[in-house]
């Protein structure tokens, strides 16, 4: 899915890390290389590229401002260590001229670079792996999205309004996630600012990163499907006959940690994701559920839907239900939306060029390196840090 997130999200990157070639102006260069955008008409030619690879309508949501509905987009396209290579988990070394770039991913990332003595001396201690750099944030500062996805049945199947049902035949219809419009909110200040607060155990200034108005919190995504079915286990049938609204929480202020289950390389690490853990995520999440959930209250929505599915022993959810009843809606049906990132954060881990602090030829490009969320879908970023490291890079070796 191609979403930029806002550009506050970005300077607070930039603000954390010290180096404005990491905020929305410092990366929209690289946005727009990795982007071929088809409606030229309808955005700002100066913030895309063309040649690369009661909520208001937003039409274009990728211009640093995401809050609104707004059409669905996706991307398509037919003493220092000094390290001169790396030893595979079978013995082999791998010798390089240059440096070694790790880009294994937020989970893997950690995990490599812990086993290769860089991280917490306890824990790397508890796994009898000699260290080489005391590095004590490497693994933290983990987060990822989750979303919580409701299930509704619609009143007349026969419409064709939902994935599964046999008028859908067209071939567009078999291109990417049934969906056509994606909504991002901002949390009232007024519920967000005490949430904080009690997280905190302190007052919390107006001027706080988190609490400014176009900042996205929640995405509200719209499906005409019920692809989520396999992680709640409801079984729905995949018949047109159900439709999805999924809430995701964009800018998690909960950190979870990646740590070792043994000092043997193929092993899974132990992923300690701590979703739903602040007052501010879960004041969050609700807002956003509850403002779908009013959607489908409207006579409008009561048009299309018949009831929720939900797991058994659950009752269903309205807009008026406790934040006790919601709080178990998520624990039971929350799960990543596989954006996972923050495990080798800039300005803890790696510097501002993606060097790992403390040894030298040593670079990490993935998402782990993200120093805070970005309230969007983490392809578009993601192609915006590697074009950049490619520039950094080209640029020293030609020095």
């Known amino acids: 899915m191609s979403t930029r997130g806002g550009a506050d999200d970005y300077n607070l990157w930039a603000k954390l890390v010290g ?113 080489t750099v005391d590095s004590p944030e490497v693994s933290l500062n983990f987060h990822d999205h989750i979303a919580v996805s409701q299930f509704y049945k619609i009143k007349h199947p026969e419409k064709g309004l939902s994935a599964g049902s046999p008028q859908w035949t067209g071939p567009i219809y078999l291109l990417g996630i049934p969906a056509d419009i994606v909504i991002t909110v901002s949390v009232p200040r007024e519920i967000l600012q005490p949430a904080m607060e009690k997280d905190e155990g302190q007052k919390v200034s107006d001027g706080d990163p988190h609490l400014q108005p176009i900042r996205g919190h929640i995405e509200i995504l719209p499906l005409c499907a019920n692809p989520e079915s396999p992680l709640t286990d409801l079984n729905t049938p995949f018949d047109g006959i159900v439709i999805t609204s999924g809430t995701l929480l964009l800018l998690p202020t909960s950190r979870g940690c990646i740590n070792l289950a043994s000092a043997d390389p193929p092993a899974v690490p132990l992923i300690d994701r701590n979703y739903y853990d602040t007052e501010a995520d879960r004041v969050a999440v609700r807002h956003g559920m509850r403002l779908s959930m009013r959607a489908f209250e409207t006579l409008d929505g009561q048009a299309i839907v018949d009831h929720e599915i939900v797991p058994p022993g659950y009752n269903s959810l309205t807009s008026a239900s406790s934040d006790a009843e919601i709080d178990a809606h998520v624990k039971r049906k929350a799960a990543t939306w596989f954006h996972p990132a923050g495990s080798a954060a800039m300005g803890k881990v790696v510097d501002t060029d993606l060097k790992v602090f403390g040894v030298e030829r040593l670079r990490v490009v993935d998402a782990s390196v993200l120093p805070c969320p970005i309230g969007a879908h983490y392809q578009v970023v993601t192609y915006a840090v590697a074009e950049q490291a490619a520039e950094i890079i080209t640029r020293e070796c030609s020095s």
Request: aromatic share 8%.
């Open 19 to 131: 180096d404005s070639k990491w905020s929305y102006e410092g990366l929209l260069p690289y946005f727009c290389k990795s982007e071929t955008h088809h409606d030229i008409k309808s955005v700002d030619s100066e913030k895309h590229g063309f040649d690369g690879t009661g909520l208001p309508f937003d039409q274009d949501p990728n211009a640093g401002n995401p809050i609104g509905v707004a059409p669905y987009t996706e991307n398509w396209r037919d003493g220092k260590q000094q390290p001169a290579g790396a030893e595979l988990g079978n013995g082999q070394t791998i010798i390089v001229s240059r440096e070694v770039i790790v880009s294994y991913g937020a989970i893997r990332t950690p995990q490599l670079l812990i086993l290769s003595g860089i991280g917490p001396a306890a824990e790397l201690a508890k796994h009898g792996v000699k260290q």
